[in-house]
């Protein structure tokens, strides 16, 4: 039984903590990845930054923290934010450290990897730099592998 809900009712803490309220972004695509500092997909930042550049008038990106693949983000918020801004020049949102799959998994995720939540389809989160790309109206477009650039037409032909 479907008991799709709405990702605008989900919330969460930005990386610095304060609330970042996913209903704030009705009306924009959002590009939702599961970021990490040390990982082979690292350098994707540079081309979600320059996504975000091209298109933010209409999209967010909003990247995800998160340790559990090969404890590729071991660092804290501080560590985090300053790594993503010296090594990237990041400005588009990075939230709070989470889970993205497993018992701890945040609602977040649970919406975007179940069909029940999000009507569309289930998923699983196989690495880092997974990406989920949410229409202006809220719905799951579609999700990308790694191996995906953020820069590649799967993505940006949804945004033109």
Do not use: R
Not at 23 to 33: A, D, E, H, T
Not at 36 to 45: H, L, P
Not at 80 to 101: A, H, L, R, W
């Amino acid at each position: 039984m479907i008991e799709k809900t709405s990702i605008y009712d989900i919330e969460i803490n930005s990386l610095n903590g304060v609330p970042l309220s996913l209903s704030s972004f009705k009306g924009k695509f959002i590009l939702l990845v599961n970021v990490a500092s040390k990982c082979g997909f690292t350098s994707q930042y540079k081309d979600l930054q320059s996504l975000y550049d091209t298109y933010k008038d209409d999209l967010i990106v909003i990247g995800v923290p998160c340790n559990q693949f090969g404890m590729q983000e071991p660092g804290n918020a501080s560590e985090i934010e300053s790594f993503c801004e010296i090594n990237y020049g990041v400005t588009f949102p990075i939230t709070e450290k989470i889970d993205v799959k497993g018992s701890q998994q945040h609602p977040l995720y649970t919406w975007l990897t179940q069909k029940n939540k999000n009507g569309k389809t289930n998923s699983k989160v196989k690495w880092n730099f997974q990406k989920y790309l949410i229409s202006p109206d809220g719905e799951l477009i579609d999700y990308y592998y790694s191996i995906t650039s953020p820069a590649s037409s799967k993505i940006t032909k949804h945004l033109k």
